[in-house]
T-cell receptor
Framework: GAVVSQHPSRVICKSGTSVKIECRSLDFQATTMFWYRQFPKQSLMLMATSNEGSKATYEQGVEKDKFLINHASLTLSTLTVTSAHPEDSSFYIC???????????FGPGTRLTVT | GIQVEQSPPDLILQEGANSTLRCNFSDSVNNLQWFHQNPWGQLINLFYIPSGTKQNGRLSATTVATERYSLLYISSSQTTDSGVYFCAVEYPGSGNTGKLIFGQGTTLQVKP
């Protein structure tokens, strides 16, 4: 399966600042990347679908101006949390897939804490 | 949208015991995956199984698509099996986007 990395693994930021999270597909050309958010003791909730070279598609209830997604290449997608607030504290996970491949492969996640 | 329900929500086993985890879904699916989320949060692919039966070591899975359920079997459980097990489905109504809908998970604790 694909090897996916995320950076940083853990970040603490102050309220009102912006944070960028990178998702890299290390051995796999990912035409599609997904971003999920997971609160403690809960399941994964899909935030957005990102196709290489085009605008991301956001799920209902996810603010696209707050969670900026860029998928500039087949190996890199970024999620920027703008003007972060404590309620944005969560575990953010990306996944990758490609073309006719149906399986998704997940990164190790980024734990964001906003103080 | 599709509903994905997993049972049981929590499970405690003694090392060496066997278990069956269930995933029910409310509509036809064209993709079903089982994952294990370890204590550090990493999701590990266990099975891609939209239908049929697969086995990998001590784990096996069966999906009966016509009856809208999937089962994950864990035999001779080990403490390293502890964590949360998720099933996730993609359904045709999502427009072939590849989007996965996750169940709420089964939290497994294996005691030595």
């Amino acid at each position: 399966g694909a090897v996916v990395s995320q950076h940083p693994s853990r970040v603490i930021c102050k309220s009102g600042t912006s944070v960028k999270i990178e998702c890299r597909s290390l051995d796999f050309q990912a035409t599609t990347m997904f971003w999920y958010r997971q609160f403690p003791k809960q399941s994964l909730m899909l935030m957005a679908t990102s196709n290489e070279g085009s605008k991301a598609t956001y799920e209902q209830g996810v603010e696209k101006d707050k969670f900026l997604i860029n998928h500039a290449s087949l190996t890199l997608s970024t999620l920027t949390v703008t003007s972060a607030h404590p309620e944005d504290s969560s575990f953010y996970i990306c996944s990758v897939t490609s073309g006719g491949l149906r399986e998704q492969y997940f990164g190790p996640g980024t734990r964001l804490t906003v103080t | 949208g599709i509903q994905v329900e997993q049972s049981p929500p929590d499970l405690i086993l003694q090392e060496g015991a066997n278990s069956t985890l269930r995933c029910n879904f409310s509509d036809s699916v064209n993709n079903l995956q089982w994952f294990h989320q370890n204590p550090w949060g990493q999701l590990i692919n266990l099975f891609y199984i939209p239908s049929g039966t697969k086995q990998n070591g001590r784990l096996s899975a069966t999906t009966v698509a016509t009856e809208r359920y999937s089962l994950l079997y864990i035999s001779s459980s080990q403490t390293t099996d502890s964590g949360v097990y998720f099933c996730a489905v993609e359904y045709p109504g999502s427009g072939n986007t590849g989007k996965l809908i996750f169940g709420q998970g089964t939290t497994l604790q294996v005691k030595p």
